[in-house]
């Protein structure tokens, strides 16, 4: 679906998501706008760092927020930018609940935040959290259960100025097949203050951090039941960055986020009448509009 104009940016339903608000603010007031809901395929596409192509008369935005360092920053994602409830697409106002997977947010210092989204591709990002896969919960499970409200920290030793934030969902329902993998990200332009600039975090480029044959890019997470709880799933990407005596992130404590649910697994074979498949079953389907 390509949308031509901001009212039906608004209005038309589709079968993904969008971030409509930063810290309250809603989308144009310094986050970026794409001309659609859509995601993201190709890893190695600029288009990777903050979205694709602008909705149609789009003008960077002169905003940028400041943010103290040690704060917290949020993105609302919706199914659409006036989405209530549920509809013919998704199962509720954020995005369809088959789309398990994980979600990030990163940063990526700039010397002009206003020049997003061109300031995006390239080296410096740096992630400040993740919700991967723990208990038998994805990020975007918990991310719907949040209202679409996507929270992270910013860390409090990092240089002040001006950065990108980029909030990310990977949905790996049809991911076991290359190129499959759908990527959903916003870029937010802040300023940072209050930061003590004691540390400076490792970067990674983006595009250029997945490759499309990643073990937690190119992946079925579905068992042999046909439910979306792999026995474990391995994180793309490095590890969220920590200030030096930071407690850990819940969900960053290792590469590969191990099931500690199996005996779901298990309750799942029994409900699904003792029947095992023997092999690995198609993810459910779910009618998407292109």
Known sequence: MRLHSLLPLATVASAHTIMQ???GKPQGSGIYMPSDDSFIADVGSDSMACNG?????????????????????TGAWLHT????????????????????GPVFVWMKKVSDATKNPAAGPGDGWFKISEDSYTDGKW??????????????TVP?????????????????????????AQFYMECAQVRVTGGTGAESPATVPIPGVYKADDPGVLVSIWNNVGKPYPDSYKVPGPRPFQCSGSSSDRNSTAE???NKNKAQNKNNASDNHGKDSGGAVAAPKRQCRP
Do not use: W
Not at 156 to 180: P, T, W
């Open 139 to 152: 990020g975007v499970d918990n991310l719907i259960a949040a209202g679409g409200v996507q929270k992270a």
């Open 156 to 180: 409090k030793c990092i240089a002040n100025g001006d950065y990108l934030v980029r909030f990310e969902i990977l949905a790996l329902h049809s991911a076991g097949q290359m190129g499959q």
């Open 53 to 73: 192509a602008p909705v149609k008369f789009f003008k960077p935005s002169s905003d940028v927020h400041t943010i103290q360092a040690g704060s917290d920053v």
């Open 256 to 258: 590969t986020v191990e």
């Open 81 to 100: 930018l006036t989405s209530t409830g549920p509809d013919e697409y998704a199962d509720n106002k954020v995005i369809d609940s088959s789309h398990k």
């Open 21 to 23: 608000s930063f810290n």
